[in-house]
């Protein structure tokens, strides 16, 4: 199948081009300029094409409630499996062609059953179960018998080198696209506080080299300063959330090209949902602790050039503005709070992917057709992008 797709305005990931149209061949972009001639133009009078965006931390639990806890002990994981089959719908409605899953086991069933054509949806890239510490941010509670964490929580447990290098191992053969670690405590753990380091740096270092054995990578979970800098410096290629991080911690992300995801939105979210979607006491309590630390630590990484990624990670429905299915918003976030234009924004879901590895989120010649039509002007007004008209998955029509 050979077509192609005319608009008015061509973002390519990275820029606005002089170019108004491309060429799509068996799912591939063949060629990108202006008006482009073939016998089957599909003309979209005065629209803004893009490349399908990706969501660079997001948790595919089929979670109904912001109380991970009582979800992952009663509700049966098969139907909460079951549960994220519409979301794959709605993450793909919203402009999201591709997802990194930073959490759990049902995105390596979700690919493998996208892959093999049984479900259409994102492509899937997952970490599966992310390692964590005994005491860490992988455990929900740590009043409950660490058994029930490790049976129905998310989570790998393991300590010192010897069981990370396993628990590293352990992930890589279940699947895993990349590993993710938690090295502070977070938000939504019982007894840990997101400023306490989790793991050393030798356990760090001993999986990072697992992973790049196996040619993968090790992002990291890490809110305060001490935990974002032990990842840094033992080679982890992308922080997740970094909120309290130094100045001098951030010098050394740019330096050492490590990618940042803000997730502004789930941060937003349980800053102003939190009680009412039934995020625990605790949660509740550790949001407010964090919430400010971003809106500092953004502009910031901004003007050093760190590579910013936008990630939402979303794990829950909320019935919200802010919710699965409504991923721009972290977008809309990203001007609001962290001193971006939309143009660098749009950057963080498309073209900035690149840098961690992903090649999709551009519109040039060998990259997958993955390309959003929209009926707005995103680049100069950013919550235009919620204005999506039709969605191509690899050259295919989704919407
Ligand atoms: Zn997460």
């Not at 595919?60 to 049966?76: H, Q, R, V």
């Not at 970094?242 to 941060?267: C, R």
Request: hydrophobic fraction near 40%; include cysteine; proline fraction near 3%.
């Amino acid at each position: 199948m050979k077509y192609v797709i005319k608009g008015e305005t061509l973002f390519d990931g990275n820029n606005i081009l002089n170019a108004n149209s491309v060429l799509i061949e068996d799912g591939i972009i063949k060629e990108v300029g202006n008006n482009i001639k073939s016998d089957d133009v599909r003309e979209y009078k005065g629209a803004f094409i893009m490349p399908g965006m990706i969501d660079s931390h997001i948790h595919l639990t089929g979670a109904k409630s912001g109380n991970l806890i009582m979800e992952s002990l009663i509700e049966d994981p098969n139907i909460k499996l079951l549960a994220t089959i519409p979301w794959l719908n709605k993450i793909l409605k919203a402009g999201f062609t591709t997802v990194r899953d930073c959490g759990g086991t049902n995105a390596i069933y979700l690919r493998n059953a996208i892959k093999n054509g049984y479900l259409t949806g994102p492509d899937i890239i997952a970490a599966g179960k992310p390692l964590s510490q005994t005491f860490g941010h992988g455990e929900f509670s740590h009043t409950i018998p660490i058994k029930w964490n490790e049976d129905r929580g998310m989570s790998e447990i393991c300590d010192g080198t010897e069981g990370c290098i396993k628990g590293a191992r352990t992930v890589l053969r279940q699947g895993a696209d990349f590993i993710k670690i938690f090295s502070t405590g977070g938000v939504l753990s019982q007894s840990d506080r997101p400023d306490q380091e989790q793991f050393t740096v030798e356990e760090i270092r001993a999986i990072v080299n697992e992973a790049r054995k196996s040619g993968t990578y090790v992002a990291a979970h890490a809110h305060g300063d001490q935990g974002v800098k032990n990842a840094v410096i033992s080679g982890v290629k992308s922080i997740e959330h970094a909120t309290m991080a130094s100045d001098e911690t951030l010098k050394l992300m740019a330096e050492k090209n490590v990618s940042l995801t803000p997730t502004l939105s789930i941060q937003e979210l349980l800053f102003k949902y939190g009680r009412e979607i039934g995020v625990n006491s605790w949660g509740l309590e550790k949001i407010t602790n964090v919430i400010d630390g971003i809106k500092q630590v953004l502009p910031k990484a901004k003007n050093l050039g760190i590579n910013i990624l936008c990630g939402t990670d979303l794990g829950f429905e909320t019935g919200k503005d802010i919710d699965i299915g409504k991923n721009w918003n972290e977008l809309i976030l990203m001007t609001k709070y962290g001193n971006m234009n939309a143009i660098e924004a749009l950057r963080s879901a498309t073209g900035n992917v690149n840098n961690i590895g992903i090649h999709r989120g551009r519109l040039s010649i060998g990259y997958k057709a993955d390309v959003l039509i929209i009926n707005g002007e995103p680049s100069e007004n950013i919550s235009d992008i919620a204005k999506i008209d039709h969605v191509y998955l690899g050259g295919n029509e989704v919407f």
